[in-house]
């Protein structure tokens, strides 16, 4: 696949968390895919990942994420 076939798909996301890993609603499309299916299956996703592991130091616990949907990332 060409780099404009993976770009087309590509979105990216910002979650908030807890300190336990609990993803909080709601998930905010920061780039969308270009397809709100696509998009909403991916939000689905991020939600249904809650709890998230924790960083072994509690000093790398980042509340807010950055999350990239890439499918076809090689």
Do not use: C, M, W
């Not at 807010?64 to 890439?70: A, F, M, N, R, V």
Request: net charge positive.
């Amino acid at each position: 696949l060409t780099a404009l076939h993976r770009a087309l798909f590509e979105a990216q996301f910002a979650v908030t968390q807890l300190p336990t890993g609990e993803i909080l609603p709601p998930v905010v499309i920061k780039k969308s895919s270009g397809n709100k299916a696509l998009d909403e299956a991916v939000e689905r996703a991020i939600l249904k990942s809650s709890l998230l592991p924790k960083p072994k130091n509690p000093k790398d616990f980042e509340r807010t994420l950055g999350i990239s949907y890439k499918p076809f990332d090689e």
